[in-house]
Each structure stands twice: as C-alpha cells, then as structure tokens.
C-alpha cells in the first residue's frame, strides 16, 4: 500500500556548488562512490588512529581507538540496512526505498566511518577541556578584540556562547564542510547532524519538544548557513534529522557497549568471572533477565551463561572466546530490533522527528545495551588509570590552549601579518603560528574573505577562536601529547 513516506525525497547526489537538475543528480550509486573515496582518503580519518575511544594514549593495538571503533561501526550500519531490506521485502517500494539499498548501505556505512571525526583527542574529557578553558578566557578576550560599544550585540553574545559550546558532533560537520573541504553530496553529509541546535542556543528542557534531538549541539554558527542550505535541498524540515543519522546512532550504541567492555577486560580493570555475574544483577535492574530475547533462543542469562560456558572450555584464549560468543548471539537481536524500530517509526524517522534514538524503549534490547553502558559507567569510566590518564589529558588540553590562546591577545592586523609568516616583533608568536597547519589557515582567510563587513571584527576574532580550536581538537592524543611536552620543555 503506498504511504506518503518517500524515502527518494531524501537521498539525491546533488554536492554543494552543482547545478540542480545537472549531471550531479543524476547517478547515485556513482555519486556515493565518489564520496566514499574522499572520504576514505581524508586525513581527518586517518586521524582516528590515535584518538581515545575510552582509554587515552593507549598503545595496546589491540585496546580500540576511535578508528577501529569506527569500523566496527561501519560494519553494524551496513547490517542493520541489509537487516532493513529483509524485514521490508516487497514492503521497500511502498515507502520509495526500492532500488536504494546499495545507495543506503553505502551512505550508512561512512557516515559511521566518520562519526566521531570532531572528537578530540582524550574524548569527552578534550571536549570538557576546551570548553571551560574558553568558557574561562572568551569574555575578556572578546571584549579587547571587538569591544567597541556599537555593533551588533545580539551577535557577538552569540558567537561567544558558540565559541564557549565545543561540541565533537559539532565539529564533524565543520571538517567535513568548512575545513577539509570535502564537497560530499548534502545526503552523504546530513548524516552527520546527529543534533540539531546551532551551539550558540542553550540545551532545552527536559520534556521540550525536541529534547533528545537537541541534546547537544549539532553545528556551529560557522555552518550554519550551510545546515540551511543542506535542509533546504533535501527538503528537510528545520529542526530535523535525516534518516541515516539514526542508523548511524543505533550502529554506534550497539557496537561501543559491548566493546568498551571487552577493552577493560584485555586492560585487566575487569575479569570474565567477575563480569558476567555483574551482567546478569545489572540487567536485572531492567528487566527480567529469565525472559527469552526476541531474536534469539536465550534469555540474558542465557546468552551470558553460554559465552561463560565458551570461556571455561577453552584453555588459551579463555577472555577472547567468551567476548566472541556474547558477540556473535547478541549482535543479531539488536541490528534486528533497531531495523524493526526503524520500520515501526517510519514516517517520524521520514519526517526527522523521533526525539529518541531506535534503541531507547522499555523493550529487552535496549536494556542489554544499557546494561552495558551502566557497567561501564559503574566500573571501567571510574576506574583510577583511567581518571589518571583523563587527568593528564585536561592538563594537556589546558596547557596547549595556555600557549597557543596567546594568538588571541594580539589585535586582527597583528595576527594577519602572523598567518604570512613575516611578523619579526612578534617572534614567539610567529613560532607558534608557524606550527598550524596550512589548510586550517587557509579555511580562517577565506572565512574571513567572506564575512559581513559591517561585523567584520567580530568575524574575524570568531574565525580566530575557531582556527585554536581546530588545530586543538584535530590533534591526536599522541600529538597533542608530544606538542604539550615541547612546548613545556618538559
Ligand atoms: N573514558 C571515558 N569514556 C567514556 C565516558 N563516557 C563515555 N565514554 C565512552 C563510551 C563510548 O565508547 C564513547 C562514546 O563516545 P562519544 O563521545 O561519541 O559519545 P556518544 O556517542 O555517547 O555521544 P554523542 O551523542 O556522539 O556525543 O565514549 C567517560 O566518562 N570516560
Ligand atoms: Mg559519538
């Protein structure tokens, strides 16, 4: 029966600069090719490689970072689209997603790629670092940098409360568009607007309209013309998600619960024989852990039982074996119950407004995904390395921003004469800007070609504060580590 969920409204290969109606909207499959190349291809990928997924500055290769983690979600995307199309069967055309599934798979499976791309190094903590640090400095730099009493002042207060609000969703988004440049099809993009509020507006209430959508922020002022831009084309409504950002949210619940979990075991904060009683009393608190999960043959218990079984029978790979049985028969109750979630929801995941993500019900799959999460958070967050090395990674964090926040003291024309390499009475400034790299400078100079001129100041102190962030936040740990240790001679 066809419905007024037309999934062909939302995907098209259109890039920014195309011509609508020209050759860019023409052939999908070639389209999504093209952006999996560059994005692939990206140093903001490759970049993940030394990034904290929970642990920072890890050097165990065997412990994830942000990378494998990524592929890792990668690889759930794509399952849970394949999982998607067999559960529609015939159904796929009544919503226009006949003949897109290898369009949807390919375009689920890089927005998870590149999901966590923003984050900084040391995780949750950078992002904390880097707010408080301009949370701290902003109003006292701004006001020597653009304090003149005339000017607009709704919009100073507003690029200072975007500046104050790093967030790494946020910062994905300006990389992608602003930073390295990527020309990705706006489809292929708006994946990646995971929340939807510019960063200069505070956090809704509880219970507002949108709550969950709006979370976090899911853009900086810098974007947010392209954000417009990006809905107007696929003709989403503002305040909206684009389907593929709830497949890439529910890939990235599944796959980090479980992980983070098999990582604090191979780092020894955990035993098997410890966690899976722990699993079984912490899922209790939930739901009945007796109830058979849909899916599945087992209840909880188990499908805990049986990878404990796997553990004690095996003699030499005992932690491994156990993670692989848990994963194996768990893996697939959850991709199914997100695509039935997905399928059960579909004109609010059409229209971008379920304010949840699919994995967030009072149903027995969500509760083995929190239950992961609330082990982690009860033993493996909290553990004292961890807190040690998050410690470290504020440090490092302040400490940079300390030495390069300098660049925000000296006035627009100072810093220009910076950025061309040719500022001799600013010696140790110009040593420290020489040590940015290229394309960040070059992203602040066209930004700065293109701002209003009648706020040009204010601009340009913006871009400034942005172009630290930037370098800060797309360090990492390992470099940003490093970078630290010189610059305090330590
Ligand atoms: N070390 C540490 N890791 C944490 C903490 N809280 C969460 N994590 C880990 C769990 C996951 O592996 C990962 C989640 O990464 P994200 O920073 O992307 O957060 P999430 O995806 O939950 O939220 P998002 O909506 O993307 O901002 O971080 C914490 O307090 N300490
Ligand atoms: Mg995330």
Redesign the pocket.
């Known amino acids: 029966m066809p419905t007024a969920v037309n999934f062909k409204e939302r995907i098209c290969a259109l890039r920014p600069g195309d011509q609508v109606g020209g050759a860019g909207d023409v052939d999908l499959l070639y389209a999504f090719e093209s952006d999996r190349g560059r994005i692939i291809n990206s140093a903001a990928i490759r970049r993940l490689q030394q990034r904290?997924?929970?642990?920072p500055l890890e050097r165990n290769a065997a412990v994830r970072s942000r990378l494998t983690?990524s592929m890792e979600v990668q690889q759930t995307g794509r399952f849970i689209v394949r999982t998607l199309y067999a559960q529609l069967g015939e159904r796929a055309a009544d919503y226009g997603l006949d003949g897109l599934q290898g369009a949807l798979e390919s375009l689920v499976e890089m927005t998870c790629l590149m999901?966590?791309i923003g984050?900084p190094p040391f995780?949750?903590?950078g992002e904390f670092a880097i707010g408080e640090w301009f949370d701290r400095a902003l109003d006292g730099l701004f006001a020597v940098a653009v304090g003149h009493p005339q000017g607009n002042h709704e919009l100073h207060a507003r690029m200072r409360a975007d500046l104050r609000n790093f967030?790494?969703?946020a910062q994905a988004v300006r990389l992608v568009v602003s930073l390295q440049r990527l020309r990705l099809t706006y489809t292929q993009t708006a994946g990646l607007l995971?929340?939807l509020r510019p960063a200069y507006e505070p956090k809704p209430g509880k219970g507002a309209v949108g709550a969950y959508l709006n979370k976090?922020p899911g853009f900086y002022l810098s974007e947010e013309g392209f954000v417009a831009e990006l809905q107007q084309v696929l003709g989403q409504a503002p305040d909206t998600r684009h389907p593929v950002a709830y497949i890439m949210e529910a890939a990235?619940d599944i796959s980090?619960c479980l992980?983070?979990i098999e990582d604090s075991v191979e780092k020894g904060i955990l035993s098997v024989t410890e966690l899976a009683p722990l699993l079984v009393s912490t899922f209790e608190k939930l739901q009945s852990p007796d109830t058979p999960i849909p899916g599945s043959q087992h209840s909880f218990r188990g499908l805990v039982d049986q990878a404990l079984q796997r553990y004690h029978q095996e003699e030499i790979n005992k932690a491994g074996e156990f993670f692989v049985r848990l994963r194996v028969s768990m893996i697939h109750p959850l991709v199914q119950h997100a695509a039935r979630q997905f399928i059960d929801n579909i004109e609010a995941v059409h229209a971008g407004t379920l304010d949840r993500a699919l994995i967030e019900d009072d149903s027995l799959p969500h509760a083995i995904v929190q239950t992961f999460k609330d082990v982690?958070?009860a033993r493996v967050?909290c553990h004292r390395e961890?807190e040690t090395l998050?410690l470290q990674g504020h440090r490092i964090i302040q400490g940079l921003l300390d030495s390069y926040g300098a660049l925000l003291r000296v006035d627009a024309q100072t810093f220009v004469e910076l950025t061309e390499g040719n500022c001799r009475r600013e010696a140790y400034l110009q040593m420290l800007v020489r040590r940015l790299p290229g394309q960040l400078i070059k992203a602040y100079r066209q930004a700065v070609r293109e701002c209003d001129e009648a706020e040009r100041a204010a601009w340009e102190f913006y871009h400034r504060c942005r172009l630290i962030q930037d370098f800060i936040s797309g360090m990492t740990d390992q470099h940003a580590h490093d970078e630290y240790r010189t610059l305090s001679a330590l």
């Open positions: 904290t997924q929970v642990f983690h999901h966590d984050n995780g949750h903590f967030e790494g969703n995971k929340y976090k990235d980090y992980a983070d982690a958070m967050f961890v998050q």
